[in-house]
């Protein structure tokens, strides 16, 4: 047996106990991996030693209380974001597919729309399916809104004989995996006349109802529309090839998006099937992924441009986001336009606006924030700015203060 | 269509959320000097919430997984919406 197995230093136990919770976990297990390779040399005592030391070196790197932390985050995001360009689109792997990123990216999500330009999925698929490229097309196949325009060479409406005529095209149905028969089912349920195939890629509906030009021409429009199968919103589904923990993988990525819908399709690995609409996020998984989304979705356009952005500050701009609970814009209609200052809200838009309706409702300004306290000249709240000299008059009567400095010259 | 009900808890985007008792919520809000106000807020229609079962007034932790931190534990306070 070795010499040295009797001293039995468990490091990250002694790390534990002497952080005491005043580190953050990432910290704490850097440090108990560092001293895991000099656990030769240490004992318990150098252990603490060197814990104390870390812990005063991370709390003077805090940031100070009053340190206007938001207008670091903006300059910091700002700044860079000068350099990117003005509309970039990026071909996930396909050319038909392409992405708004960019600065127009950037403004989409600090905005909240409600659906982004380019709406995206990244469809995961479950074990069964992830490994082989038919079982992961026949998902596609599900998901994939298909309508009978897309599987029609020709939609003729013949006026004479009250009918209209489909003509399939065999390739398509191959491959969004429909039978003409499919197609008939779905025009049947429609209600509008009789349909029967003529061939086997014909199929001629009678209309039950004589009508004129334009109300031919609408069941024309009905039919081309109907759909087929898969999930409505998603224009086209994608399989493409990714490295992830699980070895290579197929994954779909979808041009729209239906979050609700597609994680109850069956084969969809529903835990790490993500869109790039984060309003789809906050309904179906709620305000903390919407944070999370917000936070993943920032830190790829900046590092898509190249841009080195501390993930500090977009933690910062997801968390305001956030904070009412529902997503809320960097903006008029959101953070900006929900603050509690009457003149700070008339500084930024429509003053008189916001005076007049003040002034009707005879609200009260405490002045409490940075702008309001520019406008009236005050000392700004922030940094030192934040401290206020307060004066215990009934202490000093019963100790008058001594001390260099004043008293008799 | 699928035989059971995705657990919204389980997608990666979403973190652990807890719900506090009621005892240990004071002494949360008494240590951090604030009070429920100030706190950022989640609602009672929240699909996470409703998973774990909170109602309003009640204080839920949030345990993120950071990149810097590597651990962070945040408070939300369920609000009625």
């Known amino acids: 047996m070795g010499k040295k197995t009797g001293s039995k230093l468990d490091v990250e136990k002694i790390v534990r106990e002497k952080a005491g919770g005043r580190l953050p976990e990432r910290i704490v297990q850097e440090l108990v991996e560092k001293l895991e390779e000099y656990r030769s040399k240490l004992d318990k005592k150098k252990i603490e030693e060197i814990v104390e030391l870390t812990v005063r070196e991370y709390e003077s790197r805090l940031v100070d209380p009053g340190e206007p932390v938001g207008i670091v985050a903006a300059q910091s995001i700002g700044e860079p974001g000068t350099q990117m360009t003005l509309r970039t689109f990026h071909y996930a792997g396909v050319r038909e597919l392409n992405v708004t990123l960019g600065l127009p990216r950037l403004i989409e999500i600090v905005d909240a729309r409600k659906t982004p330009s380019t709406p995206m999925m990244e469809v995961y698929l479950d074990e069964k399916h992830r490994h082989d490229k038919e079982k992961a097309m026949e998902v596609a196949k599900k998901i994939e809104h298909t309508r009978i325009e897309n599987v029609a060479s020709e939609i003729i409406a013949d006026l004479y004989t009250n009918s209209i005529r489909v003509v399939l095209d065999p390739e398509m149905l191959e491959d969004k995996g429909v039978t003409p028969q499919d197609v008939v089912n779905v025009i049947k349920k429609m209600n509008i006349g009789n349909v029967s195939l003529e061939d086997e890629y014909t199929i001629l509906v009678e209309l039950k109802e004589e009508g004129d030009l334009s109300y031919i021409t609408r069941k024309k429009e009905r039919i081309t529309n109907a759909k087929l199968k898969g999930i409505s919103g998603i224009k086209r589904a994608i399989i493409q090839t990714r490295q992830t923990e699980n070895g290579e993988e197929y994954v779909i990525i979808t041009d729209g998006s239906n979050l609700a819908q597609v994680l109850k399709v069956k084969g969809v690995d529903p835990t790490r099937t993500t869109t790039n609409n984060i309003s789809e996020i906050e309904n179906v998984l709620g305000i903390e992924a919407a944070r999370q989304a917000i936070v993943n979705e920032i830190m790829n356009v900046l590092q898509n441009q190249g841009l080195d952005v501390d993930i500090r500050h977009v933690y910062l701009v997801a968390d305001i986001m956030t904070h009412t609970g529902r997503v809320r814009q960097i903006g008029r209609h959101g953070v900006t336009g929900e603050k509690e200052s009457v003149l700070a809200r008339a500084a930024f838009e429509m003053t008189t606006k916001h005076l007049f309706d003040a002034s009707v409702e005879g609200r009260e300004d405490l002045l409490k924030g940075v702008t309001e306290n520019v406008i009236v000249g005050q000392i700004v709240p922030v940094g030192t700015g934040m401290v206020d000299v307060y004066v215990d008059a009934r202490g000093m009567m019963k100790n008058p203060p001594s001390g260099p400095g004043e008293g008799e010259a | ?81």
């Open chain 2, 1 to 81: 269509m699928s035989p059971k009900k995705f657990d919204v808890r389980e997608h990666k985007l979403v973190p652990k959320h807890e719900r506090v008792p009621l005892p240990e919520a004071t002494e949360i809000l008494k240590e951090l000097g604030l009070d429920p106000t100030q706190l950022p807020q989640i609602r009672a229609s929240d699909p996470v919430v409703k998973a774990i079962g909170a109602k309003p007034g009640e204080l839920v932790r949030i345990i993120r997984e950071s990149e810097t931190a590597g651990k962070t534990v945040v408070y939300r306070i369920v609000v009625v919406g």
